[in-house]
């Protein structure tokens, strides 16, 4: 069974600081992808990298998929309390649209103002 | 709005009721995914349907089911509810090139 863990599960930080959150398997996935989740609402697909040591970046985040497309991290910069919500990351195991995705528990980020 | 709709958005009822779940996908798409959320164990993947079809099947219960219309739209059954059923619930369709997918809003099921 591939099992996608996050860390840290739980994040409550300053506005301006910087922080990682990390998503590692020991499962190679033909894609991962993050998504945001607010309270009430569905997740939301922030970005998706498929090759690995890809590096996309979205505004104050930065998302790197690891070389072995095992592992992924997501790196927010001067966090702003609108960076609130659940993180959660995803693994593809293949393109195959049968195939289903993956998740992680999630990490669940505060930013005080 | 994600173009995939879930109706109701709250639903509360007694343990041993039976509720149906409505999901509509986005316009065009054929694949509907049920996930099921509760906070010790995520996002769970339930079901799978392609234009009518059951494609895959994850840990869904016994009590549970869905179904896929002609028109696409989808249903979840979920008969002799226990107070554990109690999650959010939510259907998405898969994004072009497989490459994750789009949610709709979901559906809080609270039994009491």
């Known amino acids: 069974t591939q099992l996608l863990e996050q860390s840290p599960q739980f994040l409550s930080i300053q506005e301006g600081e910087n922080l990682t959150v990390y998503c590692n398997s020991s499962?190679?996935?033909?894609?991962l992808q993050w998504y945001r989740q607010e309270p009430g609402e569905g997740p939301v697909l922030l970005v998706t990298?498929?090759?690995?040591?890809e590096v996309k970046k979205l505004k104050r985040l930065t998302f790197q998929f690891g070389d072995a497309r095992k592992d992924s991290s997501l790196h927010i910069t001067a966090a702003q309390p609108g960076d609130t919500g659940l993180y959660l990351c995803?693994?593809?195991?293949?393109?195959?649209?049968?195939?289903?995705?993956?998740f992680g528990k999630g990490t669940r980020l505060h930013i005080l103002p | 709005d994600s173009g995939v709709t879930q109706t109701p958005k709250h639903l509360i009822t007694a343990t041993g009721q039976r509720v149906t779940l409505r999901c509509s996908p986005r316009?065009?798409?054929?694949?509907v995914y049920w996930y099921q959320q509760s906070l010790d164990q995520g996002l769970q993947f339930l079901i799978h349907?392609?234009?009518?079809?059951?494609?895959a099947k994850g840990n869904i219960l016994e009590r549970f089911s869905a179904q896929q219309f002609p028109d696409l739209h989808s249903e979840l059954n979920l008969s002799s509810l226990e107070l554990g059923d109690s999650a959010l619930y939510f259907c998405?369709?898969?994004?072009?090139?497989?490459?994750?997918?789009?949610f709709g809003s979901g559906t809080r099921l609270t039994v009491v």
């Open positions: 316009s065009g798409d054929l694949s």
């Open positions: 349907y392609y234009n009518g079809e059951e494609r």
């Open positions: 995803a693994g593809a195991p293949s393109k195959n649209r049968d195939d289903k995705i993956i």
């Open positions: 499962s190679v996935f033909s894609s």
């Open positions: 990298v498929v090759t690995g040591g």
């Open positions: 998405a369709s898969r994004n072009r090139g497989g490459y994750g997918y789009t």
